[in-house]
């Protein structure tokens, strides 16, 4: 948690810790509960901004600003009434995308800005399904493939590989192969076609891993070809 603060004019226009004005002067300090967090969108920052009795008592609200991000009344501003010990509170909703979203607190034509890092969320685990399971022995039949991410809180930030592959068939006849082997995942859930090449039957598997951050995650799903499960 930081705290900072700067002194300027309540006459005058927005001003920042490097030039204060002249004048009547009151005090601006603007908290952040978390500098970093994660980009789920469902976490909740929450922005403190206080000013001192002086000041506070000509200046009955403050006005939020965020970029990149909203206020959990759905909007980029909010004003915020400022209480009987001169703060004000603001709550900020994690964007999905990771991002550095600068935040400011406004009264009176005095300002501050503070920013809060937003690092990427990852997936807990992937959930890797085929429809149909069973296939027809012919080439070009298939089955669609479909590696869904699972977070135990919030969304998964767009952003890293989803690799698709055929693995460990149950013969060394059967061929196949996948339509998208490789891929930037921008959603939550990415998806290839298992595709037969040849008329022999047994069953392969269709690997899906992840990669983002350093950080592989992989799962994978059965498929049969011209013979049950």
Do not use: H
Not at 80 to 88: E, M, R, Y
Not at 124 to 130: F, G, I, K, Q, S
Request: charged share 15%; glycine share 10%; proline share 4%.
């Amino acid at each position: 948690m930081r705290l900072v603060g700067i002194l300027a004019s309540a006459g005058c226009g927005i001003a920042d810790s490097s030039s204060p004005a002249a004048g009547n002067r009151g005090l601006i300090s603007l908290e952040v509960s978390a500098s970093i967090d994660t980009a789920d969108n469902v976490r909740i920052d929450t922005l403190t901004a206080t000013v001192d009795t002086a000041f506070k008592t000509t200046n009955a609200a403050v006005a939020f600003t965020t970029t990149g991000s909203t206020f959990t009344n759905g909007q980029a501003s909010i004003s915020v009434p400022v209480d009987s010990s001169g703060k004000a509170r603001a709550l900020l909703r994690a964007p999905q995308d990771a991002a550095v979203i600068n935040v400011t607190a406004v009264a009176g034509g005095v300002a501050r800005t503070q920013s809060i890092v937003f690092v990427p969320a990852l997936p807990t685990w992937l959930n890797v399904t085929a429809s149909p399971v069973v296939v027809a022995p012919t080439a070009g039949s298939g089955s669609d493939v479909t590696a869904t991410f699972v977070r135990e809180r919030g969304a998964v930030s767009p952003g890293g590989f989803m690799r698709f592959a055929v693995t460990s068939p149950s013969n060394g006849q059967v061929s196949a192969r996948v339509s998208v082997d490789s891929m930037i995942a921008g959603s939550q859930s990415a998806g290839t076609r298992l595709i037969v090449l040849g008329t022999d039957t047994g069953s392969v598997f269709v690997r899906a891993a992840y990669t983002r951050d350093g950080r592989t995650i992989s799962d994978s799903v059965r498929i049969a070809i011209g013979t049950g499960l």
